[in-house]
């Protein structure tokens, strides 16, 4: 072997030597001996744990059979469902600080149950929306049952979109519904189902109680997914959720005006009240135009943002 071989396989061994150091190296800087590159297993960093389902659940005073085993699995369902959407949850605990407050005295005001400001969050999530059948509002009403419940409802004024009048009217709903079936928990069935789809199904199937019912999987979700938000927002720290005071919604402050005659041009009246169209719309999203008609001078309430 020549000067110059020997030189190379030299510069060779060294080379190979400090790559055979840096993996050792490398090897140990990672935690639990794993090699950089490797893919971890997910439950290394996240662990997505089974709900443990209280054992006395109860809705508007009434008891939920969770010794009956469809029953608890629907139970469990919701609570697995609704505690793992963690962004829709934390939504409604931001809203029922808003909301709550104006729901809550007026169940208390009809007497109907506390527990029932749970079916508004399960049926709109506290939002103004609309459903594919046409139901509006936070108690997603439609419109005959809205009408029949003393609700104004046309293109120019949809009380429904009217968070105390509409619960209201939610509440007379319920009441009746109570009276026919002697239950909270069908009353509520029925504000899904319909108090004719309710009455043949108990008929039909000879039985007395939501629990006993057979129904479609929407309707034997629906007292089930009410259940679920009640335990959630009522111990929203035990299923995971952390929150700061500040971080809930709060309702703005706001004064009435007392209006029994026409408004030609809302813009133009919330110009002069020292606030805008956008603002009086979100306060009063019962204003469906640009112009309150009100030929027959019915009083209406206005909420005015307090500056």
Same mark, same amino acid.
């Given at each position: 072997?020549?000067?110059?071989?020997?030189?190379?396989?030299?510069?060779?061994?060294?080379?190979?030597?400090?790559?055979?150091?840096?993996?050792?190296?490398?090897?140990?800087?990672?935690?639990?001996?794993?090699?950089?590159?490797? *893919?971890?297993?997910?439950?290394?960093?996240?662990?997505?744990?089974?709900? !443990?389902?209280?054992?006395?659940?109860?809705?508007?005073?009434?008891?939920?059979?969770?010794?009956?085993?469809?029953?608890?699995?629907?139970?469990?369902?919701?609570?697995?469902?609704?505690? #793992?959407?963690?962004?829709?949850?934390?939504?409604?605990?931001?809203?029922?600080?808003?909301?709550?407050?104006?729901?809550?005295?007026?169940?208390?005001?009809?007497?109907?149950?506390?527990? #029932?400001?749970?079916?508004?969050?399960? *049926?709109?999530?506290?939002?103004?929306?609309?459903?594919?059948?046409?139901? !509006?509002?936070?108690?997603?009403?439609?419109?005959?049952? @809205?009408?029949?419940?003393?609700?104004?409802?046309?293109?120019?004024?949809?009380?429904?979109?009217?968070? $105390? !009048?509409?619960?209201?009217?939610?509440?007379?709903?319920?009441?009746?519904?109570?009276?026919?079936?002697?239950?909270?928990?069908?009353? @509520? @069935?029925?504000?899904?189902?319909?108090?004719?789809?309710?009455?043949?199904?108990?008929?039909?199937?000879?039985?007395?109680?939501?629990?006993?019912?057979?129904?479609?999987?929407?309707?034997?979700?629906?007292?089930?997914?009410?259940?679920?938000?009640? *335990?959630?927002?009522?111990?929203?720290?035990?299923?995971?959720? $952390? #929150?700061?005071? *500040?971080?809930?919604?709060?309702?703005? $402050?706001?004064?009435?005006?007392?209006?029994?005659?026409?408004?030609?041009?809302?813009?133009?009246?919330?110009?002069?009240?020292?606030?805008?169209?956008?603002?009086?719309?979100?306060?009063?999203?019962?204003?469906? $135009?640009?112009?309150?008609?009100?030929?027959?001078?019915?009083?209406?309430?206005?909420?005015?943002?307090?500056?």
């Amino acid at each position: 072997m020549n000067k110059s071989s020997k030189i190379l396989v030299i510069l060779s061994i060294i080379a190979l030597s400090g790559i055979m150091i840096n993996a050792v190296q490398q090897s140990s800087s990672q935690p639990n001996g794993v090699k950089e590159g490797v *893919e971890k297993d997910t439950h290394d960093s996240y662990s997505i744990k089974a709900v !443990k389902i209280p054992e006395n659940l109860e809705f508007a005073g009434e008891k939920v059979p969770l010794d009956k085993i469809d029953i608890r699995e629907r139970i469990d369902r919701e609570l697995l469902v609704n505690t #793992f959407w963690q962004s829709n949850a934390l939504l409604w605990i931001k809203r029922t600080h808003k909301y709550f407050p104006i729901i809550e005295p007026i169940l208390k005001e009809k007497g109907v149950p506390d527990d #029932f400001k749970y079916l508004a969050v399960i *049926e709109s999530n506290l939002m103004n929306v609309t459903s594919p059948a046409g139901a !509006k509002g936070f108690w997603q009403m439609l419109k005959g049952a @809205a009408k029949e419940n003393g609700l104004e409802v046309n293109s120019n004024v949809d009380e429904r979109y009217h968070l $105390e !009048k509409a619960t209201r009217a939610a509440c007379d709903y319920l009441i009746t519904s109570k009276k026919r079936f002697g239950s909270w928990t069908l009353a @509520a @069935a029925a504000y899904h189902d319909g108090r004719g789809g309710i009455s043949k199904k108990l008929s039909t199937q000879l039985v007395s109680n939501y629990y006993d019912m057979l129904a479609g999987q929407n309707t034997q979700r629906y007292v089930p997914r009410i259940i679920a938000a009640k *335990e959630i927002l009522s111990n929203p720290k035990k299923y995971g959720f $952390e #929150f700061d005071q *500040e971080d809930l919604y709060t309702m703005p $402050e706001s004064s009435i005006v007392k209006i029994d005659t026409p408004i030609l041009n809302i813009a133009q009246f919330a110009k002069q009240h020292n606030t805008n169209y956008r603002e009086l719309k979100v306060l009063n999203p019962w204003l469906r $135009e640009n112009v309150l008609n009100n030929k027959s001078r019915k009083v209406y309430y206005i909420k005015i943002l307090k500056k």
